[in-house]
C-alpha cells in the first residue's frame, strides 16, 4: 500500500500538473491570433462595409486561396446586409461571382463547402431568433426588446425573426465567425460605435479574445483607415495609433504643362490621382488643382503616411503610367517639401470632404 507521505506527495503534483495545465491553456487561449481565414473574413467584411470592390476582389481571392469555402463566403455577404444594407451586399455578391467566374476560367475548382440549409419550416421565428440571442448575448432577451423594440415592434421582428432566426440558423458559419462578420463591418463604419460595443461584448462570448480583437483593429487600420481601427481599440481599451504621425510627408508641386497638352494632362492626372487615394494605404491625399486665370499652372498638393509610402507610390503601375505619359506635357516641374503646422485640424479638414 501507499504511504501517507507518498499519497500526499502525488496529490500536490496532480493538482499543481493542474494548474499549470489551467495556467498554459488560459496564456494560449489569452494570446491566441486570428488564423488566416478569420484575418480574410475580417478584411472581406470591412471592404465590403465601405463598398471598396477593387480591393474586396483582391481579397476575395486571397480567402479563397486560405481556404475559405465558396458558401464561407457567401453566408458573409449575405449577413453583412443587415449591417450595411443591400446595395453593398448585393454588390459584393455580384463581384464575388465575378472572382468565381475568372478563377473557373483560369482551371481553379474552390470548394463549395458545407451547404447552405435554412429551416422554413419554423412556426415561431420570433421566438428562435430571441433564443439565438440569448446565447449570444447570455442574457435574458425581453419581448419586445426594451427602448426600439417598443417604439418600432416591426424592426424588432425583423431583427429577431430574420437575422437572429433566418440567418443565423445556418451553420455554414459559427458564433464566433458570424460576430467576426460583424464586428468587422461594424468597425469600418462611421457612427455606429453603441452596436460596435455590443458585438464586441457578444463576440467576447462566442470566444473572440482581446488579442484577436487588437489583430482585427490592426486589420481594419490596413483596410479601412487608422481613425475606424481606434474605435475597436478604444472599446477594448488598447492604446490608439496617431492618426497624424511624426513622418508624415507633405509636398506641394508646381507643374507648368506645355500649351495645348492642359486638358490631356488634367484627364491623366484626375485618374493617377484617384487611383493612388483609392488603392494605396499610405496615400492620405493628392489633390490637384489649377490656376483659374492660367489653367497651364498645375499645383499638387501630397501627402504621404511616410517616406515608405512615397516610394512605394512611385513604383505603383499608376503612376508609372501618368510619368510616362505626361512627360512631353510637362514644361516645367517644382517640388516643395513641407512641414505641418496643425496635424489635428489638418484631419479635421478631411473628414468633413466626405
Known amino acids: 500500500m501507499m504511504s501517507k507521505n507518498k499519497f500526499f506527495q502525488w496529490i500536490i503534483l496532480f493538482v499543481l500538473t493542474l494548474s499549470f495545465?489551467?495556467?498554459?491553456?488560459?496564456?494560449?487561449?489569452?494570446?491566441?491570433?486570428?488564423?488566416?481565414?478569420?484575418?480574410?473574413?475580417?478584411?472581406?467584411?470591412?471592404?465590403?462595409?465601405?463598398?471598396?470592390?477593387?480591393?474586396?476582389?483582391?481579397?476575395?481571392?486571397?480567402?479563397?486561396?486560405?481556404?475559405?469555402?465558396?458558401?464561407?463566403?457567401?453566408?458573409?455577404?449575405?449577413?453583412?446586409?443587415?449591417?450595411?444594407?443591400?446595395?453593398?451586399?448585393?454588390?459584393?455578391?455580384?463581384?464575388?461571382?465575378?472572382v468565381l467566374d475568372e478563377r473557373k476560367t483560369k482551371g481553379i475548382n474552390d470548394i463549395e463547402g458545407k451547404k447552405i440549409i435554412v429551416e422554413n419550416n419554423v412556426e415561431e421565428k420570433y421566438e428562435q431568433g430571441r433564443k439565438t440571442l440569448e446565447t449570444l448575448t447570455k442574457t435574458p432577451q425581453s419581448k419586445p426588446a426594451p427602448g426600439f423594440g417598443e417604439f418600432a415592434p416591426r424592426i424588432d421582428a425583423f431583427l429577431k425573426e430574420h437575422l437572429f432566426a433566418d440567418i443565423f440558423v445556418s451553420d455554414v458559419l459559427n458564433y464566433q465567425q458570424r460576430e467576426l462578420v460583424t464586428i468587422s463591418a461594424l468597425a469600418s463604419l462611421n457612427g455606429v460605435?453603441?452596436?460596435?460595443?455590443?458585438?464586441?461584448?457578444?463576440?467576447?462570448?462566442?470566444?473572440?479574445?482581446?488579442?484577436?480583437?487588437?489583430?482585427?483593429?490592426?486589420?481594419?487600420?490596413?483596410?479601412?483607415?487608422?481613425?475606424?481601427?481606434?474605435?475597436?481599440?478604444?472599446?477594448?481599451?488598447?492604446?490608439?495609433?496617431?492618426?497624424?504621425?511624426?513622418?508624415?510627408?507633405?509636398?506641394?508641386?508646381?507643374?507648368?504643362?506645355?500649351?495645348?497638352?492642359?486638358?490631356?494632362?488634367?484627364?491623366?492626372?484626375?485618374?493617377?490621382?484617384?487611383?493612388?487615394?483609392?488603392?494605396?494605404?499610405?496615400?492620405?491625399?493628392?489633390?490637384?488643382?489649377?490656376?483659374?486665370?492660367?489653367?497651364?499652372?498645375?499645383?499638387?498638393?501630397e501627402i504621404y503616411d511616410d517616406q515608405e509610402s512615397y516610394q512605394f507610390h512611385l513604383q505603383t503601375p499608376h503612376f508609372k503610367f501618368y510619368k510616362t505619359s505626361t512627360l512631353k506635357m510637362v514644361k516645367s516641374l517644382k517640388l516643395i517639401d513641407m512641414n505641418q503646422i496643425d496635424s489635428e485640424t489638418m484631419t479635421a479638414v478631411f473628414s468633413k470632404l466626405k
Open 21 to 98: 495545465t489551467k495556467m498554459n491553456a488560459q496564456q494560449n487561449t489569452a494570446t491566441q491570433n486570428l488564423n488566416t481565414k478569420e484575418q480574410s473574413l475580417v478584411k472581406i467584411s470591412s471592404l465590403t462595409a465601405i463598398g471598396n470592390l477593387e480591393n474586396l476582389k483582391v481579397q476575395l481571392n486571397v480567402g479563397l486561396d486560405s481556404g475559405l469555402t465558396i458558401n464561407e463566403i457567401k453566408e458573409a455577404l449575405v449577413q453583412l446586409y443587415a449591417y450595411c444594407g443591400f446595395p453593398r451586399s448585393l454588390n459584393a455578391i455580384n463581384t464575388f461571382k465575378t
Open 193 to 301: 460605435e453603441s452596436q460596435l460595443q455590443s458585438h464586441i461584448g457578444i463576440g467576447k462570448n462566442t470566444g473572440i479574445t482581446d488579442n484577436q480583437l487588437e489583430q482585427l483593429a490592426d486589420l481594419i487600420q490596413e483596410s479601412v483607415s487608422k481613425t475606424q481601427a481606434n474605435t475597436v481599440r478604444k472599446i477594448i481599451g488598447k492604446p490608439t495609433v496617431p492618426v497624424v504621425g511624426n513622418k508624415m510627408m507633405i509636398r506641394i508641386s508646381e507643374i507648368e504643362i506645355v500649351p495645348g497638352f492642359s486638358e490631356e494632362y488634367r484627364s491623366i492626372l484626375k485618374e493617377e490621382a484617384s487611383a493612388s487615394v483609392n488603392l494605396e494605404k499610405g496615400v492620405i491625399a493628392i489633390f490637384p488643382m489649377y490656376e483659374q486665370k492660367n489653367p497651364a499652372q498645375i499645383r499638387i498638393l
